[in-house]
Structures are given as structure tokens and as C-alpha cells.
């Protein structure tokens, strides 16, 4: 194929927070880029665009990854979970209540990441002690510098999680 | 990104017939597995394939641990080998390895495969406005050999790379003596993991033993007492979620107190995971914490090369060796 | 301030927001319609750019329009000054002739439908130099002392201040210590990265920016373009971070707006994180600093 014309498009089922898309789309297209500039779902934010900073962590099929590095093409049918569909309409998820009390950010921009990162560090029985907290969310940065009370936020929402570890 | 076709086949048979090829980074056709590499050399426009070949849902992904030993299915993801419970009991060094690598969320992308066959980190290679790169661009020299080079390897090299070759899962394997199950349309072959990466040579862009229409399917490791007794050490400037400036796989098959078989492979320093036989007979009989383990580690550095800036890398692999064969020695 | 927050756990007023995934940072604003441009950046540190051929790039699919310096209209550039600008230095003219004077420098802007075509088009752009030795090392620069620094007030005032008597205090001490200091150059690398969305309306100029300082953004774009600073209004209500970077309008948005204004499409320009690292200017410089430390009585009689 000639390199400058215009690659076939792919149609894409994306099945972001429980509603389903019929996407067409470039190829190239990152899951990121889908979610922020096909879907206008910004929540989930670009930091680095190379899978180095965590802001773009989503959960698929419940497991946390960075949509950067995701092409959409190839996330056919399965679950995505953004920041948008963590809160059940007024009522936020436990570890976003617990990011607002321990002011666990300061620009923001991490932080719906850091939540996502921080649900599935939980719910993989992760956050034991700060210590694991901290080996289990490396890879999410923060530029801010919040990351004791992000380590404070996952610690109360894990301990009100239980034992169990579900968050 | 350069535009290319995204091909998505539904069976392997469909995949194959692509012709893609992995480890030449001239190569038209390439595979993409869980992207986390692939991903980033598309954005930066390190490769330009004009077509993608997707393995999602076509390879094996299964992992299976008996008393022969283990089988891992190329598109079983670091994640889930990791924490799996049977390599944990019997193969440690892995789950160490891969614990040791990338951050959790690659780990669940990432896949056995695509990480065996990852790129190298060099800024030189990963940076398209570098015009020398013989990796990259054949003929063009190498940038690393009069720049920055820190980061570089001492052992494999040629003048026309010094590029460090970048898994721990690789190191760890290569170790354990690991072979691959490699596919193509018509044939099944096992290539022992240790002949996959090529040394640079004078053809730095050909970087694994893969021809055209060839995928790693599964990777397989024998059994033996020598891969519980076993430690990872990873030395780098940050804690977490960064490359080896020098690693250490070792295990040990012990006789008493005294070593009966090491294996020993070192990453982080050499153009491809470096096994390195002449430590490993200088270990027999030898007992690890005791001063003829320095001598034995020694014979790592012969043909070590230091390029000005990775000089330092020379002794403290050396070190390094020491430092693991006394922690995996410690080991029950 | 009411004694009932002072001192209380009160939750940030944006807090629900921000956890939430609902603040808006610049690159976020939903403006229909609006076309995506990617920066070509120079790639030697000095030098005259001799060459720059953007044929195949505007041959590119979905690419509306390539702005180099051959073609981007010539700006005002009236002269401008923020308040912590320094004395000494002129900011970058975007676009307006051939000279590079720093690596990852914008000679370039690619206008184009989607953001991976945008991006990919502006790798196509080629270019040549005609490069120049460049210094790179403080210690090959000849400094330019700070004259003159004006007071909010519109007095002038020496740049450097004194209290007490420094000379005569190290004179007389004990033991004084002289000593070269040099930090290393730091970049900002905050979390969000650049971006700008231009929307025209004949004179009239919205920006959707990434800022600390709108106000400074609209009088500097108003000062190179030549219109009333009241003709642009600056959006930014959240900052993904900043550290001094937003401070300076920059190259994007210059980018953004002559891109915008030529081809009557509201535009927006993004920046990959690679590039943050380079053509952005950093927080701070290797500077040089010379201590002298005074020990015993007279350490009270220094500065």
C-alpha cells in the first residue's frame, strides 16, 4: 500500500460504562483517544500519551490498563469501565469519597487515573500495608506530589472494602 | 502514527497467512499482542509497518505447571503468570522477574511473546530525530557510540550497536534454560530461547531468529530443583516501573552447602540475555557468601567492553552476581 | 475569613469534579467542528532552516492546510512584557522567519481533520538546516546583568537589593567560604500537556488554554496579532498542573492562532509529551550561584 493514502477504517463495538458504541474509526486510533475525542468522554486523561504516567488507566474486563497503549481496534466487545462510570449517579464509588477527604490531589489531572489504578489495586487484594500501596501504584504518577494522602485514601477505602478486598 | 492496515483474523491459520514478521524492524507486515511496545514505536514512528496483524484471541494463552515442567501460552499475559500459583511454588525466578517489570497495568496487557520480543530502550533507537541508527536505519552508524551510553551494553556488541536487549522475563528464562514453540503455517519447530536474539553484529536490524509467517506460540521450561532455589536481582536508579541498569537471574541446584549446578543469566548488559557458562562450572563445589564466589563471578567480565559512560557496568555485574547467588543460596 | 473554616477538614469546592472525571482542562472543551494541528518541530539546537518542502504533508489525507514560515501571515508583534518577564530576552516569533534558536523549536504547524492524521502529517513536513554552533554550556555564555526592574508602581529600581554591609562583614570574618554552585536545568513535566483550542469569530479570538495566567495570555496574543486585548477571551478554568510553564503563551498557542485564523476553522493544537521535554522553556535555568559565608561575631553584619 502506497504509505500517504488513507488506510481502510475499522468499525469498532466499544462497550464503555454498560452502554455499547458503533465506532468508525482510523486505525491508529488509541482507546484513549476513542474515549476523549469520539466518545467526549474526557474523564480519562492524556498525560504522556507513551504509557508512562498512568492518567489514562482504565479497567477492561475489570482489570486496570493504560488506554494509550490500547488501539481501539483491537478492545472489540469488551467491558470498559472509564472514571465516568464509577459513581452510580449522585452517589460517588468509596475510593473517590475517600480521594475528596484526604485531599488526595491537588490539580487533578492524575486523579482519575490514580482512582482507577487505586479500584483495581483493591480489588486485586493489593493494598495491604502503605508499603504495597506504594509498589502496586507505580504506575501512576503525580506531578502535584499528593501521594501520601492518595496512599491514605486507598488504605480507608480498602479497609472499609474488608478483608476481602472488594471495592 | 503512519497509517496502516489493522488486520484482526479470527484463527491463527488466518493470522499466519499474513507473512508478518517479528524481530526485523524493516519488516512490512508486524504483530501486534497486548500493544504495550508496539503501541509506543507506532506513536514515535520507530516502525512503520504498513500492516498490523493482531493476535488478540488467536494464541494460546493458557498456563500449565506438572512435574515435567511448565508450558506458557505466548498470549498468557505477565500479569497472570505472575501471580499464577503453581509458578510461583516451582518457578519463582519468573514471578520475581516479571513482578520486577514494567507497572501493574502493563502487566495486564502485556504478553509472554510480545515481551520476549520487545525493543530495545535506547534513546538513540527510540528517538526518530537520531538519524544514526543502524538498528533503525541500516548504514547509518550508531549514535550511542560517541554519545550517551550509560544505559548500553558491555557484552554482545559490535560497532554497529550497543543496545541493550531489555526483558527480565527474557534474563529469567534464558536461565532456566527455556525453549520456545514456534508456529508458521506449515510447521511446528522448538528454537531453545537462548538462539531467539540474534547478537547485533553487522546487521543490527535483524533482531530475532523468526522468519516471515513465524509466531512464537508457547514457551516452555523443564523442570528440576535447581529453579526453586532461585532470586532475581534487579539493580536501577528508581524503585519501581524503570529498565535494569544491571540484573542477575540465578538458581542454584545444591549439594549441602555447596553449589552442584548454577545457572546464571545476566541482563541489562549484554545485547541479549547473557547466559554465562564459564561463572556457572567456576560455582561447582563452591559455597555461596564465601570469597571464591567473587573469582567465579570475575570470568563475566572477560570480552566485557565499556563504551565511556557504561564502564561502571562491568564491575557491578560482577558484584551483582555475588549479591544474588548469596540470597538465592540463603533460600530454602 | 469566617472562624467556621479555619482550621476545619473543609473538601476542596472542585473536589467532586476532579474525582469525578467532570473538570475540564483546555484539551477537554467540546468546540463542533473543530480541525486538529500538530507542531513540526526543529531538530538542531541553532541554524537557519534552508530547506522545507511540506508537499507530501498537505498531499496527506485529511490535511486542510501547512503553515511554515514561507507562508504563515506576518504578525505585529507588538511589544509586550508581563510582569515576570525579565528585562533582558525577546520572546519567540512564531512562524515569521528562518532562524532556529533551539531544538524542538516550531517551524511548523499541520492543520488536519483527525488528531492521527495531524500528527502523522507533520512528520512528513521535511526539512533541511543550515545549522549553526550552538552553546550549550553556561559556562560559554557572557551573562547580561539585569539593569533595570520596575516596581508595580512604574518606578524604576535597582535590580539587585542590599541590607547591611557585606563586604566589610566578610572582611572581618573568621572564616568565609567561596564557593560555585550550579543547579541542573529542570523541566516542569506537569501532568497535563499543553494544549490550545483557537476559535475565531472575524476579530473576535475565544482560546480554550491551558493557563496559569489568562490574563497575560490575552494581552500577549492581543500584542502579536495587533488587537485589542479585550478582542480575546481566555478559558481555563483548571490547570493540570503547571509550575511556571502556562506562564509563557506558548508556541501552541501562537500555533493555534494564526492556524485558526487562516483557515476559518477552529483548531486545535495538542502536544506530545516527548516534545513537552523540549520546546517548552524550562522552570529553571543551570544557574550559577556564588555563596560567600561569614562564621563567627560578624555573621550579623551580613546581609
New interface residues.
Given amino acids: 500500500m502506497p504509505p500517504d493514502l488513507s488506510p481502510p477504517s475499522i468499525t469498532v463495538a466499544l462497550r464503555v460504562n454498560g452502554s455499547e458504541h458503533q465506532l468508525v474509526l482510523d486505525p491508529r486510533t488509541t482507546l484513549l483517544d476513542a474515549l476523549r475525542e469520539h466518545l467526549q468522554l474526557t474523564g480519562t486523561k492524556k498525560g504522556c500519551a507513551l504509557g508512562q504516567c498512568g492518567a489514562c488507566t482504565v479497567l477492561l474486563d475489570g482489570k486496570r490498563v493504560k488506554s494509550c497503549l490500547s488501539l481501539a481496534g483491537l478492545i472489540d466487545k469488551r467491558d470498559i469501565t472509564t472514571i465516568e462510570g464509577l459513581s452510580s449517579g449522585e452517589q460517588l464509588h468509596p475510593l473517590q469519597t475517600a480521594f475528596v477527604e484526604r485531599d488526595a490531589f491537588q490539580c487533578g489531572y492524575c486523579t482519575p487515573g490514580q482512582i482507577m489504578a487505586g479500584v483495581a489495586c483493591i480489588a486485586e487484594g493489593h493494598a495491604g500495608s502503605a508499603e504495597e500501596i506504594r509498589e502496586w501504584m507505580s504506575g501512576n504518577i503525580c506531578r502535584c506530589g499528593a501521594y501520601d494522602n492518595i496512599v491514605a485514601a486507598i488504605q480507608d477505602a480498602a479497609g472499609a472494602a474488608g478483608a476481602t478486598g472488594r471495592g | 502514527m503512519h497509517p496502516f492496515t489493522l488486520e484482526r483474523p479470527r484463527d491463527l491459520a488466518a493470522a499466519l497467512a499474513f507473512q508478518a514478521q517479528a524481530g526485523r524492524t524493516d519488516a512490512a507486515a508486524e504483530y501486534i499482542a497486548g500493544g504495550t511496545d508496539m503501541v509506543q514505536l507506532l506513536q514515535e514512528e520507530v516502525r512503520q509497518p504498513t500492516r498490523l496483524v493482531s493476535l488478540a484471541g488467536v494464541l494460546d494463552h493458557r498456563i500449565e505447571v506438572n512435574d515435567q515442567g511448565l508450558r506458557i501460552g505466548a498470549a498468557a499475559t505477565m500479569a497472570d503468570v505472575a501471580a499464577h500459583s503453581g509458578i510461583v511454588q516451582q518457578f519463582p525466578l519468573i514471578s520475581e522477574a516479571l513482578l520486577n517489570s514494567a507497572s501493574p497495568q502493563v502487566r495486564n496487557q502485556a504478553t509472554m511473546g510480545g515481551n520476549l520480543l520487545q525493543r530495545t530502550r535506547c534513546p538513540y533507537f527510540r528517538d526518530v530525530g537520531y538519524t544514526a541508527c543502524n538498528k533503525r536505519v541500516p548504514g547509518s552508524g550508531c549514535a550511542a557510540l560517541t554519545g550517551d551510553n550509560q544505559w548500553h551494553a558491555v557484552l554482545g556488541t559490535s560497532d554497529n550497536c550497543i543496545a541493550v536487549h531489555p526483558s527480565d522475563l527474557a534474563v529469567a528464562l534464558v536461565a532456566l534454560d527455556a525453549e520456545l514453540e514456534v508456529r508458521s503455517a506449515s510447521d511446528r519447530r522448538t528454537l531453545r530461547l537462548i538462539d531467539l536474539h540474534r547478537l547485533p553484529g553487522d546487521t543490527p536490524h535483524i533482531e530475532a531468529a523468526l522468519e516471515p509467517g513465524e509466531v512464537i506460540a508457547a514457551i516452555q521450561v523443564p523442570s528440576g530443583p535447581a529453579a526453586r532455589r532461585s532470586h532475581y536481582l534487579k539493580v536501577r536508579t528508581r524503585a519501581s516501573f524503570e529498565f535494569a541498569l544491571v540484573s542477575v537471574a540465578v538458581a542454584l541446584d545444591m549439594d549441602g552447602p555447596r553449589v552442584a549446578t548454577a545457572r546464571i543469566a545476566l541482563g541489562g548488559v549484554g545485547t541479549k540475555p547473557w547466559r554465562t557458562p564459564e561463572v556457572e562450572a567456576a560455582l561447582k563445589g563452591v559455597t555461596p557468601g564465601s570469597p571464591e564466589v567473587r573469582n567465579a563471578a570475575a570470568l563475566a567480565a572477560q570480552g566485557a567492553q565499556g563504551r565511556g559512560h557504561n564502564d561502571f557496568k562491568i564491575e557491578l555485574m560482577q558484584r551483582a552476581i555475588v549479591r544474588a547467588v548469596e540470597i538465592a543460596g540463603a533460600r530454602a | 475569613m469566617s472562624a467556621a473554616f479555619i482550621g476545619q477538614?473543609i473538601?476542596?469546592v472542585?473536589?467532586?469534579?476532579?474525582?469525578?472525571?467532570?473538570?475540564?482542562?483546555a484539551?477537554?472543551f467540546?468546540v463542533p467542528g473543530h480541525a486538529y494541528a500538530a507542531i513540526v518541530r526543529a531538530?538542531v539546537a541553532k541554524g537557519r532552516i534552508a530547506t522545507i518542502d511540506s508537499a507530501?504533508a498537505e498531499?496527506?489525507?485529511?490535511v486542510i492546510a501547512v503553515f511554515t514560515y514561507r507562508n504563515s501571515p506576518r504578525l505585529a508583534y507588538r511589544p509586550h512584557k508581563g510582569a515576570v518577564d525579565p528585562e533582558v530576552g525577546e520572546r519567540l516569533h512564531v512562524l515569521q522567519d528562518d532562524r532556529v534558536t533551539h531544538q524542538g523549536q516550531p517551524i511548523g504547524l499541520v492543520v488536519a481533520e483527525?488528531?492521527?492524521?495531524a500528527?502523522?502529517a507533520a512528520?512528513?513536513v521535511s526539512v533541511t538546516y543550515t545549522p549553526e554552533s550552538a552553546v550549550v554550556d553556561i559556562a560559554h555564555v557572557t551573562p547580561v546583568a539585569p539593569t533595570q526592574q520596575k516596581t508595580d508602581q512604574g518606578e524604576k529600581r535597582p535590580s539587585e537589593t542590599l541590607r547591611g554591609n557585606v563586604e566589610s562583614a566578610l572582611a572581618a570574618a573568621e572564616v568565609t567560604i567561596d564557593q560555585t554552585y550550579v543547579i541542573p536545568r529542570e523541566n516542569h513535566?506537569?501532568?497535563?500537556?499543553h494544549a490550545t483550542i483557537a476559535a475565531w469569530d472575524g476579530e473576535r479570538l475565544t482560546l480554550w488554554d491551558k493557563s496559569q495566567w489568562v490574563g497575560n495570555v490575552a494581552e500577549e496574543i492581543a500584542a502579536v496579532f495587533g488587537i485589542p486585548a479585550t478582542n480575546v477571551h481566555v478559558i481555563s478554568p483548571?490547570?493540570?498542573?503547571?509550575?511556571g510553564a502556562p506562564h509563557v503563551a506558548a508556541c501552541d498557542v501562537g500555533g493555534a492562532r494564526c492556524a485558526g485564523r487562516r483557515t476559518t476553522r477552529q483548531t486545535h493544537v495538542v502536544t506530545?509529551?516527548?516534545v513537552l521535554r523540549r520546546g517548552i522553556p524550562p522552570a529553571h535555568g543551570p544557574a550559577r550561584r556564588a555563596r560567600r559565608i561569614a562564621r563567627g561575631p560578624s555573621l550579623r553584619d551580613a546581609a
Fill in positions: 477538614p473538601s476542596r472542585d473536589g467532586r469534579s476532579k474525582v469525578t472525571g467532570s473538570a475540564a482542562y484539551a477537554e467540546i531538530n507530501r498531499g496527506a489525507p485529511g483527525t488528531l492521527e492524521q500528527i502523522d512528520n512528513l513535566n506537569p501532568m497535563e500537556m483548571f490547570v493540570g498542573g503547571a509550575f506530545s509529551g516527548n
